[in-house]
């Protein structure tokens, strides 16, 4: 009896030794939880994408619990740099590469160039450069985006492929919602020639004509806008844009989602119209995931993110919700997306210079032209002028 006893106790610690060793008497090691941030809008059609992802991701990806949550886009940033400051926040957060320069640079932002390096050929060169500052990669590409012009084919055959022709419709009584704001009509600069920084950085919008032409231009057009109650910027135009009533709007392609969905085939994409000046040069942006200096397992982030932003994840985002995708591994056959890589040849790399916050800061206030009267030129020389104080 006492000899049975002994080998029993002796099978009970060698059971207690294997399960210790499997990590548990559970049978199953413990999940590493991994918590992100994103601000796509509720229903939105990005925001269904990713909670597709999320599923899949979910069976691939059985070693991490990914703890999500939706945080309002005009919130996100301030939320995250308050969160991290405090030596708190999430281990990630998906954005566009708005104020990557400015958060590298406090800090806030995680360089993840050595955890990443040899892992990001599958991306193109062009949405890593996004995602870096000063030669140190600070997140991992998603998408590429710029503002471009929709239009119903019903109700335009042919979209424009000029300023002049553009003006033309409107004044035609053709409804088009123009997004007016510095971010959506930047790219009408460029199709008039103008240039808001030199190549050091110094801003000399007042150097030549082109900005304060873009700016007489683009106040022409908002003035047929305002006479007519048309839509003067993305969210008021998605409604009529949407219905059928607008038969084009200027945005980006965040929002193919949403229209394609109401258009269906009906829906087409072009590039903003040349100007005198040569093509138009929106912003070009990249979407990418942000890690946290405070996370406790970044390379577990980076995994995550990885597979976020991978062939079969980016081939769903870019099926129903319109990303371009930055990885090339992913098959593009959807003539939309194709007509934005066109469309995206022209654009103005967002830079990360601290000297962005210039254009900012005293080149939003368009009001003073469109609502108030102040001549273009005038406006552009008193802004180049606040610039360089």
Same mark, same amino acid.
């Given at each position: 009896?006492?000899?049975?006893?002994?080998?029993?106790?002796?099978?009970?610690?060698?059971?207690?030794?294997?399960?210790?060793?499997?990590?548990?008497?559970?049978?199953?090691?413990?999940?590493?939880?991994?918590?992100?941030?994103?601000?796509?809008?509720?229903?939105? #059609?990005?925001?269904?994408?990713?909670?597709?992802?999320?599923? /899949?991701? #979910?069976?691939?990806?059985?070693?991490?619990?990914?703890?999500?949550?939706? %945080?309002?886009?005009?919130?996100?940033?301030?939320? *995250?740099?308050?969160?991290?400051?405090?030596?708190?926040?999430?281990?990630?957060?998906?954005?566009?590469? &708005?104020?990557?320069?400015?958060?590298?640079?406090?800090?806030?932002?995680?360089?993840?160039?050595?955890?990443?390096?040899?892992?990001?050929? &599958? *991306?193109?060169?062009?949405?890593?450069?996004?995602?870096?500052?000063?030669?140190?990669?600070?997140?991992?590409?998603?998408?590429?985006?710029?503002?471009?012009?929709?239009?119903?084919?019903?109700?335009?055959?042919?979209?424009?492929?000029?300023?002049?022709?553009?003006?033309?419709?409107?004044?035609?009584?053709?409804?088009?919602?123009?997004?007016?704001?510095?971010?959506?009509?930047?790219?009408?600069?460029?199709?008039?020639?103008?240039?808001?920084?030199?190549?050091?950085?110094?801003?000399?919008?007042?150097?030549?004509?082109?900005?304060?032409?873009?700016?007489?231009?683009?106040?022409?057009?908002?003035?047929?806008?305002?006479?007519?109650?048309?839509?003067?910027? &993305?969210? &008021?135009?998605?409604?009529?844009?949407?219905?059928?009533? +607008?038969?084009?709007?200027? =945005?980006?392609?965040?929002?193919?989602?949403?229209?394609?969905?109401?258009?269906?085939?009906?829906?087409?994409?072009? /590039?903003?119209?040349?100007?005198?000046?040569?093509?138009?040069?929106?912003?070009?942006?990249?979407?990418?995931?942000?890690?946290?200096?405070?996370? #406790?397992?970044?390379?577990? /982030?980076?995994? %995550?993110?990885?597979?976020?932003?991978?062939?079969? +994840?980016?081939?769903?985002?870019?099926?129903? #919700?319109?990303?371009?995708?930055? =990885?090339?591994?992913?098959?593009?056959?959807?003539?939309?997306?194709?007509?934005?890589?066109?469309?995206?040849?022209?654009?103005?790399?967002?830079?990360?210079?601290?000297?962005?916050?210039?254009?900012?800061?005293?080149?939003?206030?368009?009001?003073?032209?469109?609502?108030?009267?102040?001549?273009? /030129?005038?406006?552009?020389?008193? +802004?180049?002028?606040?610039?360089?104080?």
């Amino acid at each position: 009896m006492k000899s049975k006893i002994s080998i029993l106790i002796s099978l009970m610690v060698i059971s207690t030794m294997i399960l210790s060793a499997c990590g548990g008497g559970g049978g199953a090691t413990e999940k590493k939880e991994v918590t992100f941030w994103h601000a796509y809008g509720t229903g939105s #059609a990005e925001e269904v994408a990713l909670a597709k992802v999320l599923e /899949a991701a #979910a069976t691939d990806l059985p070693q991490y619990k990914i703890n999500v949550l939706q %945080v309002p886009f005009n919130d996100i940033y301030n939320k *995250y740099r308050t969160d991290v400051a405090a030596g708190a926040g999430p281990d990630m957060f998906i954005a566009p590469n &708005d104020s990557l320069g400015d958060d590298a640079r406090a800090g806030l932002i995680a360089d993840i160039t050595e955890i990443a390096k040899g892992k990001l050929g &599958d *991306y193109t060169p062009l949405s890593v450069e996004g995602m870096s500052v000063e030669g140190k990669l600070y997140g991992i590409p998603e998408s590429l985006k710029a503002v471009v012009f929709w239009y119903n084919k019903d109700m335009i055959a042919t979209p424009p492929a000029t300023t002049d022709e553009l003006k033309a419709l409107m004044e035609g009584g053709t409804e088009i919602s123009l997004s007016y704001g510095c971010y959506h009509h930047f790219g009408f600069f460029g199709a008039f020639g103008g240039q808001v920084f030199d190549d050091s950085w110094k801003v000399v919008a007042d150097s030549n004509s082109g900005v304060s032409d873009a700016m007489a231009y683009l106040n022409d057009l908002y003035q047929i806008s305002k006479a007519n109650s048309w839509p003067k910027n &993305d969210g &008021d135009g998605l409604a009529p844009f949407s219905e059928g009533k +607008a038969a084009a709007i200027t =945005n980006g392609n965040w929002a193919m989602g949403d229209y394609k969905k109401a258009l269906g085939d009906k829906l087409g994409v072009a /590039a903003l119209p040349a100007g005198p000046g040569g093509p138009s040069t929106p912003f070009l942006g990249v979407d990418g995931f942000y890690f946290n200096p405070n996370s #406790a397992d970044l390379s577990a /982030a980076l995994e %995550v993110a990885l597979y976020l932003t991978g062939k079969s +994840a980016q081939q769903i985002m870019m099926d129903e #919700a319109g990303h371009v995708p930055a =990885n090339t591994k992913v098959t593009v056959s959807d003539p939309l997306i194709k007509s934005l890589l066109a469309a995206f040849e022209t654009g103005y790399v967002r830079p990360q210079v601290p000297q962005l916050g210039l254009y900012w800061s005293n080149f939003c206030g368009t009001d003073e032209v469109f609502e108030k009267g102040t001549a273009a /030129a005038d406006w552009v020389k008193t +802004a180049t002028e606040n610039a360089n104080k």
